[in-house]
Nanobody
Framework: QVQFVESGGGLVQPGGSLRLSCATS????????IGWFRQAPGKEREGVLC????????YYVDSVKGRFTDSRDNAKNTVYLQMNSLKPEDTAAYYC?????????????????WGQGTQVTVSS
């Protein structure tokens, strides 16, 4: 069982950066695919990007390409989402997720383990 604890959200001005962390006391297998989702008020949770077990990343939101990147530190059992050049439309609760089968999906149904979410607010 993998339980993620998320951190790193907050209030940032447009153009600023944040790095979100998802840490687990358990073990994050290299086999797992790691996905990042976000949910804005009144909207459904949407997939942002996912890294397949092969290491290849897929972006589901075109507007974050070139601005968001994910990474993982296996020694720390932690995954990260680096967000640069943030825009007001990036405001949402962000969630990390893991698929134990190693496959990426833009659907929430494709993941087995979730973080509790962390709020990101981009505003001047």
């Amino acid at each position: 069982q993998v339980q993620f604890v998320e951190s790193g959200g907050g209030l940032v001005q447009p153009g600023g950066s944040l790095r979100l962390s998802c840490a687990t006391s358990g073990f994050i297998s290299d086999y797992y695919a790691i996905g990042w989702f976000r949910q804005a008020p009144g909207k459904e949770r949407e997939g942002v990007l996912c890294t397949h077990r092969s290491g290849i990343s897929t972006y589901y939101v075109d507007s974050v390409k070139g601005r968001f990147t994910d990474s993982r530190d296996n020694a720390k059992n932690t995954v990260y989402l680096q967000m640069n050049s943030l825009k007001p439309e990036d405001t949402a609760a962000y969630y990390c997720a893991a698929s134990r089968w190693g496959y990426c999906s833009a659907s929430v149904n494709g993941y087995d383990y979730w973080g509790q979410g962390t709020q990101v607010t981009v505003s001047s």
